[in-house]
């Protein structure tokens, strides 16, 4: 065989070993997806989206870095005891890990020895509106109460996240409610908003 090896070939040659991270982490071929433009680039764009790896591990690790940070300064907001473990201690331990971890993953992705191919979200509307609904919970529970705004919340979710059957919301939505009042009121005596 002579000439050199493009494209696919080169996937399959036998004298070319993959390294460990290839191995480990097989790139498929579609993984390099682009999302395309035209008219029928909405239905495309709704079925996936391509992150590159590295732009991904950077954004990901810059926001629990923020979230450590976050943790640190609230530790040390809170009243210091003489006691091994005061109420800070947990979250000071929590957001120094966080800080260190993201940090040096930042490191490794910067100097090349991060992730590499692309990470690809499926139905990334509806992963966004999951997003949202998560991050919006907690504050409907403060202003509506538990219950009520689980009653809603589930089936949403539920929905968001690709449950079609009305019997297995219902029957989600159901058991999540029981859980709630059986575990927190009833086991633990921990009232819900």
Same mark, same amino acid.
């Given at each position: @065989?002579?000439?050199?090896?493009?494209?696919?070939?080169?996937?399959?040659?036998?004298?070319?070993?993959?390294?460990? #991270?290839?191995?480990?982490?097989?790139?498929?071929?579609?993984?390099?997806?682009?999302?395309?433009?035209?008219?029928? $680039?909405? !239905? !495309?764009?709704?079925?996936?989206?391509?992150?590159?790896?590295?732009? /991904?591990? *950077? %954004? %990901?690790?810059? #926001?629990?870095?923020?979230?450590?940070?976050? &943790?640190? /300064?609230?530790?040390? =907001?809170?009243?210091?005891? +003489?006691?091994? &473990?005061?109420?800070? +201690? &947990?979250?000071?331990?929590?957001?120094?890990?966080?800080?260190?971890?993201?940090?040096? =993953? %930042?490191?490794?992705?910067? $100097?090349?020895?991060?992730?590499?191919?692309?990470?690809?979200? =499926?139905?990334?509307?509806?992963?966004?509106?999951? @997003?949202?609904?998560? @991050? $919006? &919970?907690?504050?409907?529970?403060? $202003?509506?109460? /538990?219950? *009520?705004? #689980?009653? *809603?919340?589930?089936?949403?979710?539920?929905?968001?996240?690709?449950?079609?059957?009305?019997?297995?919301?219902?029957?989600? +939505?159901?058991?999540?409610?029981?859980? #709630?009042?059986?575990?927190?009121? @009833?086991?633990?005596? +921990?009232?819900?908003?």
């Amino acid at each position: @065989m002579t000439g050199s090896v493009t494209g696919s070939d080169a996937m399959e040659r036998p004298d070319k070993k993959p390294n460990k #991270a290839e191995a480990e982490f097989p790139v498929s071929a579609d993984a390099e997806h682009v999302p395309p433009s035209g008219p029928d $680039a909405a !239905e !495309e764009w709704e079925s996936e989206v391509a992150v590159p790896a590295p732009l /991904y591990d *950077i %954004i %990901i690790c810059g #926001a629990l870095l923020i979230l450590g940070c976050w &943790f640190v /300064y609230g530790a040390l =907001q809170m009243q210091q005891t +003489t006691a091994v &473990f005061d109420p800070g +201690t &947990f979250p000071l331990i929590a957001g120094g890990l966080l800080i260190l971890l993201s940090g040096v =993953q %930042i490191a490794l992705t910067v $100097a090349g020895k991060g992730s590499r191919g692309s990470v690809v979200f =499926q139905r990334p509307l509806w992963l966004a509106i999951g @997003m949202v609904l998560v @991050m $919006a &919970f907690p504050f409907a529970v403060g $202003a509506f109460g /538990y219950y *009520i705004v #689980a009653l *809603i919340w589930v089936p949403v979710f539920g929905w968001v996240a690709g449950v079609r059957h009305p019997l297995s919301l219902l029957a989600t +939505t159901a058991i999540v409610l029981l859980l #709630a009042k059986g575990v927190f009121e @009833m086991l633990l005596g +921990t009232p819900l908003p």
